[in-house]
């Protein structure tokens, strides 16, 4: 286990979701948090993306979140990123591109979500 994977598993864990997407894309998050803790020199390449990607004025209120949040501490980032609030579930729509996950490891990653699907739908159905 990694440092950042260590870090991930003591924050608190959204555990209610709309839909299998918002679950997936939670699983992701997570990874990429845990990837930035591992190697904070990826907030730099956030950054880059953001500057070539983001500055659409329709993405005004999104690039200027982000360019502040990209500011603070690295463990505030992926604190505030993975938080069970609006504010969390818009960085997480929102958020800028930290890295790439190889195909493997993509898989690895949504199939631990799938797994987890079953168990959350289930456990939320009504009796």
């Given at each position: ?9 003591q924050?608190?864990r ?20 845990a ?21 659409d ?29 609006p ?22 990653i949504?199939?631990?979500a ?12 009504p009796?």
């Amino acid at each position: 286990m990694t440092d950042g994977e260590r870090v991930i598993a003591q924050l608190p864990r959204k555990m209610r979701f709309y839909d299998r997407n918002e679950r997936r894309a939670y699983e992701m998050t997570r990874a990429v948090a845990a990837r930035l803790i591992d190697s904070p020199e990826l907030v730099g390449k956030a950054f880059s993306y953001m500057e070539r990607h983001m500055k659409d004025p329709n993405q005004s209120r999104a690039y200027a979140t982000w360019r502040d949040l990209l500011e603070r501490e690295v463990e505030d980032i992926v604190r505030l990123l993975l938080e069970d609030s609006p504010q969390g579930a818009f960085l997480r729509q929102t958020q800028p591109v930290f890295c790439v996950f190889p195909l493997d490891e993509r898989e690895r990653i949504l199939s631990r979500a799938r797994a987890t699907d079953a168990q959350i739908l289930v456990g939320d159905a009504p009796p």
